[in-house]
């Protein structure tokens, strides 16, 4: 009997980290819990299109971290960073209205690049998107994505599974490509993955990206 697991948590604490870090009080939890998700799909929301990587959530005490990894930071720190401060205003409003932020605690935004975007599962995903929304081929859509993935150095193995009216068809169907190797049951293998979906005027197309960037064999080398 054959179970599909997520990547990223079926490597927990062996390559991975948590994307949220903190410990809560006694009574707590649901708060914050309801804090992470409240800020998550606004800042998904809001920065859709400027290719976000990972959203981390860091909690102390006194204060309350949100790490942005994205391909595009100079579009998100804005000049001489107003955009990272009304986004930081935006996001603090926000909670506030809600009563998720206590009033002791500094809320707190830093924007990391991403150096290589083409062997990043979530970027990928986007650009896929991007090109499905522009009413692209699809076909070829999933062609230049991976042999543009599969030119990165890093990179071993992608793969692309599309499923939805691809193409505008009156029935769903799945279409499935790769290239390289995926070993998903190797703890020490580095695979990347995202889900996401394009809105289309006929319905929604559900993307899932694959991207296996070699063998990690030192803990600390990757989180």
Same mark, same amino acid.
């Given at each position: 009997?054959?179970?599909t697991?997520?990547?990223?948590?079926?490597?927990?604490?062996?390559l991975?980290?948590?994307k949220? *870090?903190?410990?809560?009080?006694?009574?707590?939890?649901?708060?914050y819990?309801?804090?992470?998700?409240?800020? *998550?799909?606004?800042?998904?929301?809001?920065?859709?299109?400027?290719?976000?990587?990972d959203?981390?959530?860091?909690r102390?005490?006194k204060?309350?971290r949100?790490?942005?990894?994205?391909s595009?930071?100079?579009?998100i720190?804005g000049?001489a960073?107003?955009?990272?401060?009304?986004?930081?205003?935006?996001?603090?409003?926000?909670?506030?209205?809600k009563?998720?932020?206590?009033?002791?605690?500094?809320?707190?935004?830093?924007?990391k690049?991403v150096k290589?975007?083409?062997?990043?599962?979530?970027?990928?995903a986007e650009?896929?998107?991007?090109?499905?929304?522009?009413?692209m081929?699809?076909?070829?859509?999933?062609?230049s994505?991976?042999?543009?993935?599969?030119?990165?150095r890093?990179?071993?193995?992608? *793969?692309i599974f599309?499923?939805?009216?691809?193409g505008?068809?009156?029935?769903?169907?799945?279409?499935?490509?790769?290239?390289? *190797?995926?070993?998903?049951?190797t703890?020490?293998a580095?695979?990347?993955y995202?889900?996401?979906?394009?809105?289309?005027?006929?319905?929604?197309?559900?993307?899932?990206?694959?991207?296996?960037?070699?063998?990690?064999?030192?803990?600390?080398?990757?989180?």
């Amino acid at each position: 009997m054959s179970h599909t697991v997520h990547p990223y948590s079926h490597r927990l604490g062996i390559l991975r980290d948590w994307k949220s *870090r903190w410990f809560s009080p006694k009574g707590k939890f649901k708060e914050y819990l309801e804090a992470d998700v409240v800020i *998550r799909r606004y800042l998904e929301k809001k920065l859709k299109g400027f290719f976000i990587a990972d959203i981390e959530i860091e909690r102390s005490q006194k204060a309350l971290r949100i790490v942005l990894s994205t391909s595009r930071p100079g579009m998100i720190i804005g000049r001489a960073g107003d955009g990272s401060q009304k986004l930081l205003a935006d996001v603090k409003k926000l909670l506030e209205k809600k009563k998720l932020l206590p009033a002791k605690v500094e809320l707190k935004l830093d924007v990391k690049e991403v150096k290589s975007p083409e062997s990043n599962a979530a970027i990928v995903a986007e650009m896929v998107v991007d090109g499905l929304e522009k009413r692209m081929p699809f076909r070829r859509v999933m062609k230049s994505m991976l042999e543009k993935v599969m030119a990165n150095r890093d990179v071993q193995g992608v *793969r692309i599974f599309l499923a939805g009216r691809l193409g505008g068809a009156t029935m769903s169907r799945t279409e499935d490509r790769k290239l390289g *190797r995926i070993p998903l049951q190797t703890f020490r293998a580095d695979v990347d993955y995202s889900c996401t979906k394009a809105v289309m005027p006929y319905g929604a197309i559900g993307v899932k990206v694959w991207i296996y960037r070699g063998e990690i064999f030192d803990k600390d080398a990757q989180k």
